[in-house]
């Protein structure tokens, strides 16, 4: 309360500011975008939140970005709690106190790479520059229909209420490291820029699906509708998944922060139902990733029950899938990372999680189920990687792009 009291009517400085992509550091510059002054940080953000996505609405929202650019949300008392003793006293004195730019800018780089783009093991040093290139560059979402608009703005409040959970760095175990197990996995993500834009992949694969939705309208796919429907549903599974992670490691801290170790007080039931839910989402995840592709290359798949009940179905369409696509695609890492997700094998360790195991080895399961979860994200990468492979083959880059990503690549730290 002193605190909100000093920055609001003592000092009277603005509660937070709304710092677009494109001027956050990258690599520790203050200005990679823009240069960092005292008088424009990034605007007051008087109604933005971190869970609120930006619209053309939003003044605090940098104009010279494309919508739906990641942004941060900065607060002056977290600023105000790091400053020094010292500098404290001075503002006291003096009735005045403001953040720099610089301060604000690398406030919000600490927050972007904590909630959206992670470290070197999630390869978020070179995703930020790639966002803030895609972000930067002139197209337009004109391909797109009134349905297709509906499930962005669903998808992009969702992005934004997830985001907004990834605040507290104590939650160590969850990000995915996809870069650190394999670096084979993140050499996907660059041909993919054009066609089907990846943001980050910390806690899950988080792509631009407008930019995609309307690549895929554009290449006039037979499927498009399918494709957009599947990707809509894979878009909230992924994301449902980290969440679940996220309130099972926030309920297990709840319960032993009150000395309370056993297993059974109802958080620590409500943390193990949580891991019941990314059992049941990632059998989701397997039927619609086999539907993705079945979709792509235009193959009649059977339908069947979800979870346990649909690994017959699971088998055969999977067996369609290795006879029936070509054998170029077969052969690729994409369908490696793919075919480890789904196979066999990895669907009875699934089921056998989901039969009771879990609530007999409890915390145990966590690691293994959050591997489950980094190859299936591998899995979806993979698949969103032969879309672009097949977008592009139905609507060809043209020179301008093909110049403009090669000077991307070029120019990549």
Known sequence: MLTNWLLNSYFRCPKEWAVPLGMVPVDGDASPGKPATDASPGRPATDASPGKPPTDADASIDKTLQKGAPFAVVYARTLWR????????????????????EQIQKSAGTILRTNVFGGPEDYGDYLIQLATWHFSREWRLDALTAADREKINSIDVFTGLTRSRFKDEHYTPLPLWLAKRDPNICALIFPMALKAPVIAIRYYLDIHYAYTFNAVRKARHSG???????????????QKIAVAFHEYIRLLVHVRTRNNRTLATNPAVEALRQLDNVITLLQASVEKIISF????YGLPLAAGAAGAAG?????????????????????????????????????????????????????????????????????????????????????????????????LYNSLR
Request: no cysteine.
């Open 82 to 101: 790091n400053e020094s003793f010292g500098k404290k006293v001075r503002a006291l004195l003096s009735h005045r106190w403001a953040p720099s730019g």
């Open 293 to 296: 592709v079945g979709v792509m």
């Open 311 to 407: 690994e017959g179905f699971y088998a055969k369409n999977l067996e369609i899938l290795q006879k029936e696509l070509p054998r170029e695609v077969l052969q690729s890492f994409q369908w490696h990372l793919i075919e480890e997700f789904v196979s066999p094998a990895n669907l009875e360790a699934l089921a056998a999680y989901g039969n009771g195991l879990l609530y007999k080895k409890g915390t145990e399961v966590f690691a293994p189920l959050h591997e489950q979860h980094a190859r299936n994200t591998a899995a979806l990468l993979g698949a969103m990687s032969l879309l672009t492979d097949k977008l592009a083959l139905l609507d060809p880059f043209s020179q301008q792009e093909q110049k403009d990503f090669l000077n």
């Open 224 to 238: 498009g509708d399918a494709l957009i429907s599947v990707m809509y549903d894979l878009a909230f599974i992924q």
